[in-house]
């Protein structure tokens, strides 16, 4: 049975959870896509498109900007020729307009003095997650990170949450993932163990309820009523 007194392991999402990244990401693409002489696009639709890893994210930017379905061979090409250049702008602008959410270094504290193994598992690529972790001064709270090309498969696959699971060497019952996205709470599923969905982040336009996670937060900090209470 599944209890909030068994956790002793939490997962969290990266983008949209701990932090809004959306801001920089809008630059890169846009950035990528002056590069292709196309016009830039607004941050919204860039939130919309975030949370399958970087390459997804051009993807859909270079399918809306161009007019080409994404499964063409042609927008396959141009994004093999503009994924180099989304990478080495973003990677010199990790987080000029990014910004921790509310609450987060305080309650992540509050958790590692519990005695909580604290994990990163992002869709987001290695090269850029711990860079923007010691930006954020993150970078000594979590005993694992997992960036979206750290193992064969990323959210919302399981192999992440199962790489914890034996990693750590926990029941399932004993591991949460807390993240803004559908991808989060599929993974979770997937992998058997508890979730809490947050609403300020990511997720397409959608109701984080609508994915069913065990618990859902308005605002980062009330995660501890379920955890440390």
């Avoid at 927008?75 to 987060?104: C, D, I, N």
């Avoid at 982040?201 to 009523?225: K, M, R, T, W």
Wanted: charged share 15%; glycine share 6%.
């Amino acid at each position: 049975m599944m209890q909030w007194s068994n956790i002793s392991a939490i997962a969290f999402d990266l983008d949209g959870t701990l932090i809004d990244s959306v801001p920089d990401l809008a630059a890169a693409t846009n950035a990528t896509l002056a590069q292709c002489q196309y016009p830039p696009v607004t941050e919204s639709l860039v939130l919309s498109w975030v949370g399958n890893g970087a390459r997804v994210l051009m993807q859909r930017a270079l399918s809306y900007a161009s007019g080409m379905a994404e499964n063409t061979p042609e927008l396959q090409a141009l994004l093999e020729k503009t994924m180099p250049l989304f990478m080495l702008y973003y990677s010199e602008h990790l987080h000029t307009h990014s910004r921790l959410y509310s609450g987060v270094i305080t309650t992540l504290q509050k958790l590692k003095q519990a005695g909580f193994k604290l994990a990163i598992v992002t869709n987001k690529p290695y090269r850029f997650t711990l860079p923007i972790l010691s930006a954020f001064g993150l970078d000594d709270v979590f005993s694992e990170v997992l960036g979206g090309d750290s193992l064969a498969k990323m959210k919302p696959d399981p192999m992440p949450l199962q790489h914890l699971l034996g990693q750590w060497q926990l029941d399932e019952s004993q591991l949460l993932m807390i993240g803004d996205s559908k991808n989060d709470i599929l993974a979770a599923k997937a992998a058997n163990v508890m979730s809490i969905g947050l609403t300020y982040g990511y997720n397409y336009g959608e109701d984080i309820g609508l994915s069913h996670p065990h618990a859902v937060c308005e605002n980062f900090a009330d995660i501890e009523q379920y955890l440390l209470s």
